[in-house]
């Protein structure tokens, strides 16, 4: 079963930045969108960002428009977040997930996502 691996979370102050990684072990996953996730505790997990196979399919949530940028490279079978101007509200447990999705039908929601990473935590300080 293909599994995915998040890094690079961690603790920064407000108007900070951090870069999470996810890797995945089963090759480039062609043919899968993959997704940012974020979750607080008590509350349902949040979709973020997401990414096409072809990466010229991209959505994000309107609260990190213009401070995330999610990219992929396939060749090395990674998927990056570039998290810029973080605020206090950012702090959560994020995933990165997975799932079959031809490029033109974007998924956005967890529930459409079949594969996920364990989470990385990220705080921010305020």
């Known amino acids: 079963q293909a599994q995915l691996a998040e890094s690079g979370g961690g603790q920064v102050q407000a108007g900070g930045s951090l870069t999470l990684s996810c890797t995945t072990s089963d090759g480039p996953f062609k043919g899968y969108a993959m997704a940012w996730f974020r979750q607080v505790p008590g509350k349902e997990r949040e979709s973020v960002a997401a990414?096409?196979?072809?990466?010229?399919?991209?959505w994000y949530t309107d609260s990190v428009k213009g401070r995330f940028t999610i990219s992929r490279d396939v060749a090395a079978n990674m998927m990056t977040l570039q998290m810029n101007n973080l605020l206090p509200e950012d702090t959560a447990v994020y995933y990165c997930?997975?799932?079959?999705?031809?490029?033109?039908?974007?998924?956005?929601?967890?529930?459409?996502?079949?594969?996920w990473g364990q989470g990385t935590q990220v705080t921010v300080s305020s």
């Open positions: 997930a997975a799932t079959f999705a031809v490029p033109t039908k974007l998924p956005t929601s967890a529930y459409q996502y079949h594969y």
């Open positions: 990414i096409a196979w072809t990466g010229l399919s991209i």
